[in-house]
């Protein structure tokens, strides 16, 4: 199991992770004991008719998945200034969050009649669309960023987005360079074109995933790609190191843990190891035969036959039909071990 993370998919995946999300509306929620809620509560107590204050409790409310609460607020600052587009802004994120993409794109509409200048707007529209699979749409609201702002990244990622769905990887390789040289640190940009490059050019894909780990020191997708790229292209004591940033983020991380173990079972030979990290990679996921697997692969290489035989009749107990796991035990059965 060696894997790229598909940033695309992982993308669509992170837009819609909280949209059934929502907490519940009390006064004791909205109190809290969190020292920046309890300060807001108190300007708003003091200032009633501050839209702006509605808005950053709105976006305090989002960033801990109180939607409702959040709707509220927006909804306020809405009410004291229905002429500024940002809340609507505000209340399209809300709207999609909660997976109401069409009420969230009505609100970007809003704050574009409000402003018909407001280039983050066409690009929050722009993003909607293409998480919408609506690339006819999205590419429409890129161009009416360029018309504002003619070397905007982000309209530049977008597009390259576009480009690679309508299967132009040529001309989206053009885009997402032309994102990079107006942001050098453009994190999107940066990850496309390291999966682009991981079979073409595997020095450049390094260089680009090196990059995007520099915009995002900790990003799990950025650790875990430029980790692979390491580990595919021979140089494992840096796969290693890669891997324990990302269990010094999330100590569970099955991937991390398991192709930990991978690393040091086929690259360095160091089977002490390897064991101890599929151990861990199978007690973070019971159902992870993969790990269960090469384990006993482990186990049987350092002569431990009795462990390799009893790993590989418990990976047919998660996986019936699995090919190695048979072919380990007639090996096994053929030495007389």
Known sequence: MRHFLTFSSLLIILTFTLSCKHAGNSDADNKGSDPVLLDLNAKIEKEPKNADLYQQRAVYFMQHEKLNDALTDIDKAIEINPKNPAYFLSLSDIYIMMGKPQQGLESIEKAITLNDKNVEAYLRKARLYMIMKDYEHCAESVEKVFSIDPQNADAFYLKGYVLGEYGDTTKAIDAYRKAVQSNQLHYDALMQLGSIFVKKDPVMAIGYFENALKAKPKSMEALYNLAMMYQENDKPDQAIRLYGDMLKIDPKNR?????????????????????????????????????????????????????????????LKISANYPKAIEGLNRLDTHGR
């Open 255 to 315: 991937f991390a843990l398991y192709n930990s173990g991978y690393v040091y079972l086929v690259y360095l030979n160091n089977y002490t190891k390897a064991i101890d990290y599929f151990s861990r990679a199978f007690q973070a996921d019971s159902t992870y035969a993969d790990a269960l697997f090469n384990r006993g692969y482990a186990y049987e290489l350092s002569g431990d036959f009795t462990r390799a035989r009893t790993d590989y009749n418990k990976v």
